[in-house]
């Protein structure tokens, strides 16, 4: 079983590689995004990943920051997988960047406080310097090595430093949802919704993602504590999901009931479109429907709430997708589809397989540096 | 009897000497009102011009429209640059969407494959058999109130003093959030790519270079604008040198205005200021400084 893992994942990662060398080398010669569609997987992955990031942070919260000692045991857990799909995501937007070597750009001349971009960055750093921090003082606090008042001392600025993540959090991560949600011009990401369904999405697909690994992975199957936390997670990623649903709900009704085509457009494109199934089949059936079911019905079993999550877990890039995509392929005025012809003016859009090749490689990496960092740091089997 | 038939007579000729003075005199105006209407350096001294065209009324006492704006830019051109305002209006009526302003432009900012700045949307009104089509020229709005000005994370696009909106081609990173930004998908991104790819060799015009925001911008793999966001400049590297956008000068039905906002008495201002004036997508708050008449 191992060595199928390990040889599906070395192969996954130098496909990847191949792909990384191509944008390295050739720039976006290889995409499939254009000028109409313009942003593509590699956003949508980037939303994804930064949102399990905030969301795996947010639980490790509740550990650090409300001392739940229940979860007590997943606190390093959360931390290094909020550590882990930050890079990943970071990595996804790098990749996404037209000129990737001028990133640097964004810290030296941010054009603040207008662009909602420059803000999300410079959030987003500030909360990888905390989660670093945070992380390095959690592990030191665990490592047996600090006593009497200064491991009080150390304990009482790791609340601290939770606490401020917490606020932290929420600000970069509704900050996302704030870049899409202030383009005027787009009616579909332009609504006050935007940024708390960000949100609550990241809360969702991060627990999901903890929740998935913590039954998999952990290597402590028998005891009471692990069903407990399982039931528990569970739990919290049914509610999330329910009340994600009712946002999604809140938001498709609104704009659709009565609404303008033009306004709509992207939301019909998104039911019926081209794409219908990524949202029917894919978000509804497999991430809503099916995960709701057992989690009514297997709470109690934690093998069926991690696959309940897991599902969840994977089908949320398809809810982000639903994000990116549906908003671009409608045109701004019509007659712009017809008005000139190239495939990069083109109002549909299917990843490239360099494309997925590179978000392939994005997610072996995170698969390897967690698999490390689990190897060596022992999170699925903390030895107190 | 005799008497009023002589009475008659009189007043014949006297009405006729009057009418006949009148209409000499009304000619004598005209002649004179034209002759100081009509242009003079248009015609040999001493032949009256006749009002033949639009482009007459329109092109004041230059030979055409055209070089009548050609010379308003070259006088706004000695204006401090921020009391320069770079507007243009296009006919629609006048438009019949040829696009050679959209292959003017390409060939005049040797822009890649995908990359257009002014494309012409054709949209067709009406049902059969009471149709007709509507040719709807798309350069840059080069709004007052940019939308994807204030959206850039590292500000390297900005309006310019003279109104234009301008891209620091060294700056931008590519991130693309200006094109989902554009309420008019004026902005589009270079993807480093050549019309004759594929083919045994590509071609060395494909790689000169482009003259705009004044630089020199060479095609070379990796290297600004590839990796950018593009849009039209309005030219701004002709009106340097006192030429009209290529749009302009190219359209052979005379559909574009250019000019200086500022300036009351240049074209530009005659034309826009009417009330077959409409702006694209009023709703958003953009401003834009291209106007379109209909």
Same mark, same amino acid.
């Given at each position: ?123 987003? /750093? ?30 009482? /600025? ?28 787009? @009616? ?75 306004? /709509? ?25 099916? @995960? ?33 995509? @549906?908003?671009?392929?409608? @045109? ?14 083109? !109002? ?22 967690? !698999?490390?960092?689990?190897? !060596? ?8 | ?38 242009? *003079? ?11 033949? %065209?639009?482009? #007459?009324?329109? %092109? ?12 308003? $830019?070259?006088?706004?051109?000695? &204006?401090?640059?921020? &009391? ?31 990359? $257009? ?5 054709? *949209?067709? $009104? ?5 149709? %007709? ?28 003093? #003279? ?25 589009? +991104? ?29 095609? *070379? ?67 834009? *400084?291209? +106007?379109?008449?209909?």
């Amino acid at each position: 079983m191992k060595k199928v893992f390990y040889v599906l994942w070395a192969v996954a990662f130098l496909f990847g590689a191949f792909g990384v060398y191509q944008k390295l080398a050739y720039g976006d010669l290889f995409v499939n995004f254009g000028s109409r569609v313009v942003w593509g997987l590699w956003v949508a992955m980037y939303i994804y990943f930064i949102g399990l990031s905030a969301g795996a942070f947010l639980l490790s919260s509740l550990v650090y920051v409300f001392k739940m000692k229940i979860f007590e045991k997943l606190g390093k857990l959360a931390l290094i997988t909020a550590l882990i799909t930050l890079i990943c995501a970071l990595l996804s937007i790098w990749f996404d960047l037209g000129h990737q070597w001028r990133f640097f750009e964004v810290f030296t001349t941010p054009n603040l406080p207008s662009s909602m971009m420059a803000w999300m960055i410079w959030l987003y /750093t500030a909360y990888f310097l905390l989660l670093l921090g945070e992380t390095l003082l959690a592990f030191r606090i665990d490592s047996g090595k600090l006593t009497g008042a200064k491991l009080v001392r150390k304990q009482r /600025t790791l609340q601290i430093l939770a606490s401020v993540g917490i606020p932290l959090a929420i600000a970069f991560h509704g900050g996302v949802g704030a870049l899409f949600g202030v383009v005027a011009s787009n @009616p579909i990401w332009h609504s006050a919704l935007t940024p708390i369904y960000f949100l609550v999405g990241a809360i969702l697909s991060g627990c999901a993602l903890l929740t998935m690994i913590f039954v998999f992975l952990w290597k402590d199957k028998t005891s009471e504590d692990y069903r407990q936390i399982s039931f528990l997670l569970g739990r919290i990623v049914l509610v999330t999901l329910l009340f994600d649903l009712l946002l999604e709900w809140s938001e498709l009704s609104i704009s659709m009931w009565l609404g303008s085509s033009t306004h /709509t457009l992207g939301f019909k494109e998104m039911l019926y479109g081209h794409y219908w199934y990524v949202f029917w089949i894919i978000h509804i059936l497999l991430g809503v429907i099916v @995960p709701v079911v057992i989690f009514l019905v297997k709470s109690r079993k934690p093998y069926w709430v991690g696959l309940a999550s897991l599902l969840v877990v994977f089908t949320f890039l398809g809810v982000r997708l639903n994000i990116v995509i @549906p908003g671009l392929v409608t @045109p701004k005025i019509a007659g712009m589809a017809s008005a000139f012809f190239s495939k990069r003016l083109l !109002y549909s859009y299917t990843p490239s397989s360099q494309e997925w090749l590179v978000g392939l490689f994005i997610v072996a990496l995170g698969i390897a540096l967690f !698999y490390i960092g689990d190897k !060596y740091l022992k999170l699925t089997n903390p030895h107190n | 009897m005799e008497n009023k038939k002589k009475n008659k007579e009189e007043n014949r000729r006297k009405f006729l000497k009057s009418t006949g003075t009148l209409a000499l005199g009304g000619l004598a105006l005209s002649a004179f009102i034209s002759e100081s209407l009509v242009a *003079k350096p248009k015609s040999a001294p001493g032949k009256v011009m006749e009002f033949t %065209s639009v482009e #007459d009324l329109l %092109s004041g006492p230059y030979e055409s429209a055209k070089l009548r704006m050609q010379d308003e $830019v070259r006088r706004s051109l000695k &204006k401090p640059i921020e &009391k320069r305002k770079w507007g243009m209006a296009i006919d629609i009526r006048k438009c019949i969407g040829c696009n050679a302003c959209t292959v003017a432009c390409i060939a005049e900012n040797v822009l890649p494959p995908g990359v $257009v700045y002014r494309p012409v949307i054709k *949209k067709e $009104v009406g049902s059969y058999p009471n149709v %007709s089509l509507i040719n709807l020229p798309r350069p840059c709005m080069q709004c007052e109130d940019p939308p994807c000005v204030p959206v850039c994370p590292v500000g390297a696009t900005f309006i310019r003093k #003279d109104g234009i909106i301008e891209i620091n081609y060294d700056h931008c990173i590519g991130c693309r959030y200006c094109l989902t930004a554009c309420p008019y998908g004026a902005r589009v +991104f270079d993807f480093g790519e050549y019309y004759t790819d594929n083919t045994p060799q590509v071609m060395a015009y494909e790689s000169r270079p482009s003259f705009e925001y004044g630089k020199k911008w060479p095609r *070379k793999k990796g290297d600004s604008p590839i990796g950018n966001a593009r849009k039209c400049t309005f030219c701004e590297h002709r009106l340097a040198d006192g030429l009209l956008p290529q749009c302009v000068t190219t359209c052979i039905g005379g559909a574009n205005y250019f000019g200086d906002l500022n300036e009351p008495d240049h074209l530009i201002n005659k034309v826009i200021n009417r009330d077959n004036v409409t702006i694209l997508k009023e709703e958003e708050g953009t401003s834009p *400084k291209v +106007f379109y008449l209909r």
